[in-house]
């Protein structure tokens, strides 16, 4: 990748991971959905995977809600039509009854497709531990 193109790339893949920040304190499903690609998986904290149906379906049912989401220590890597973004999160929030606070490292890989654009195909978080917490 050349670097006015590695610039230009690292600038979208930025305002795609503010959209995606924004989409989720908002719950803005018809923004996930457009960021996600068809074939999307995630690999939740707790190891189970999710499509892109099923994290939509997680979103939309209402009982998520986060109320602050701090991103920082982000790094992009691009490896020809794929960025690898790893970053650390703050995140404050409730899943139905559950607390989902908590500080977390993820993984999120975008493919930019035959059109030209970035989706995500797949995502993975793990929970930061404090060193007294029980495993």
């Given at each position: 990748?050349?670097?006015?193109?590695?610039?230009?790339?690292?600038?979208?893949?930025?305002?795609?991971?503010e959209?995606?920040?924004n989409?989720?304190?908002?719950?803005?499903?018809?923004?996930?959905?457009?960021?996600?690609?068809?074939?999307?998986?995630?690999?939740?904290?707790?190891?189970?995977?999710?499509?892109?149906?099923?994290?939509?379906?997680?979103?939309?049912?209402?009982?998520?809600?986060?109320?602050?989401?701090?991103?920082?220590?982000?790094?992009?890597r691009?490896?020809?039509?794929?960025?690898?973004?790893?970053?650390?999160?703050?995140?404050?929030?409730?899943?139905?009854?559950?607390?989902?606070?908590?500080?977390f490292?993820?993984t999120?890989?975008?493919?930019?497709?035959?059109?030209?654009?970035?989706?995500?195909?797949?995502?993975?978080?793990?929970?930061i531990?404090?060193?007294?917490?029980?495993?």
């Amino acid at each position: 990748m050349h670097r006015n193109q590695k610039h230009l790339s690292q600038h979208e893949i930025e305002q795609l991971e503010e959209k995606w920040r924004n989409a989720m304190l908002k719950g803005d499903i018809a923004v996930m959905g457009s960021l996600l690609a068809e074939d999307f998986i995630a690999i939740g904290v707790n190891g189970t995977l999710q499509t892109k149906e099923e994290a939509l379906a997680r979103l939309s049912n209402g009982k998520r809600h986060i109320t602050s989401l701090e991103l920082s220590d982000r790094r992009v890597r691009f490896y020809d039509s794929t960025a690898l973004v790893t970053s650390k999160a703050e995140v404050k929030g409730n899943n139905g009854d559950d607390d989902i606070s908590g500080s977390f490292r993820y993984t999120r890989v975008y493919v930019r497709n035959a059109q030209g654009k970035w989706k995500i195909v797949s995502f993975e978080a793990s929970r930061i531990r404090e060193s007294g917490d029980r495993k």
